[in-house]
């Protein structure tokens, strides 16, 4: 069982920088893969970075890679969403989540999530 909390999230104008925190409770967490995902009112729920379990490898959907960086400290049971050069598109509720299995884009294959941490870019 894992447990996970967001935060980190606010408000910042176009071009600026945030970084989400996930802190996860639980044993199983240096053993699982992890991802953020984000969605907006009236859309689905987007893959947005993963990290597997130990951190060496990393994969981002197209339209934040080389702008946003996910990282996990195992130590502090905590993964990290590093947000930069951010867009208005890039504006909504970010999710946390947790896979026992190999990492994976798909919301449907995540065991766990956090509660969402908002995320407003202003233009």
């Known amino acids: 069982q894992v447990q996970l909390v967001e935060s980190g999230g606010g408000l910042v104008q176009a071009g600026g920088s945030l970084r989400l925190s996930c802190a996860a409770s639980?044993?199983?967490?240096?053993?699982?893969?992890m991802a953020w995902f984000r969605q907006t009112p009236g859309k689905e729920r987007e893959f947005v970075a993963g990290?597997?379990?130990?951190?060496?490898?990393?994969y981002y959907a197209d339209s934040v890679k080389g702008r946003f960086t996910i990282s996990r400290d195992n130590a502090k049971n905590t993964v990290y969403l590093q947000m930069n050069s951010l867009k208005p598109e890039d504006t909504a509720v970010y999710y946390c989540?947790?896979?026992?299995?190999?990492?994976?884009?798909?919301?449907?294959?995540?065991?766990?999530w956090g509660q969402g941490t908002q995320v407003t870019v202003s233009s």
């Open positions: 989540a947790a896979r026992r299995g190999v990492g994976s884009r798909r919301t449907y294959e995540y065991d766990y």
């Open positions: 639980g044993q199983t967490f240096s053993s699982s893969d």
């Open positions: 990290i597997n379990w130990s951190g060496v490898r990393t």
